[in-house]
Nanobody
Framework: QVQLVESGGGLVQAGGFLRLSCAASDHTFSFYAMGWFRQAPEKEREFVSAISRGGDSTYYAHSVKGRFTITRDNAKNTVYLQMNSLKPEDTAVYYC???????????????WGQGTQVTVSS
């Protein structure tokens, strides 16, 4: 079973940037597509971005396209989410997830991290 640990969240002003990291517990990391999701208070968890196993295909929600970049380093068992030009509406708990396909639906993913809080002040 893959364990995922997110880090890099925090408080930032609007227009600022953060880089989230998600480290996997073992070398099977490269077998999985990876996704980032977020959940704001009283809202459903929503898709943010995903990346294929080899990193050659990436996907973004319309709301973050052009501002966020997903990458992965299979040698380090880590996936990253670079978040630029942050907006107050980006405030949420951000989760990484591992699954067989890079998809937009939560049900595709088998393993989830515990989440990291991102707060963007106006």
């Amino acid at each position: 079973q893959v364990q995922l640990v997110e880090s890099g969240g925090g408080l930032v002003q609007a227009g600022g940037f953060l880089r989230l990291s998600c480290a996997a517990s073992d070398h099977t990391f490269s077998f999985y597509a990876m996704g980032w999701f977020r959940q704001a208070p009283e809202k459903e968890r929503e898709f943010v971005s995903a990346i294929s196993r080899g990193g050659d295909s990436t996907y973004y929600a319309h709301s973050v396209k052009g501002r966020f970049t997903i990458t992965r380093d299979n040698a380090k068992n880590t996936v990253y989410l670079q978040m630029n030009s942050l907006k107050p509406e980006d405030t949420a708990v951000y989760y990484c997830a591992a699954g067989p396909l890079a998809a937009v639906t939560t049900t595709t993913y088998n393993y989830w991290g515990q989440g990291t809080q991102v707060t963007v002040s106006s």
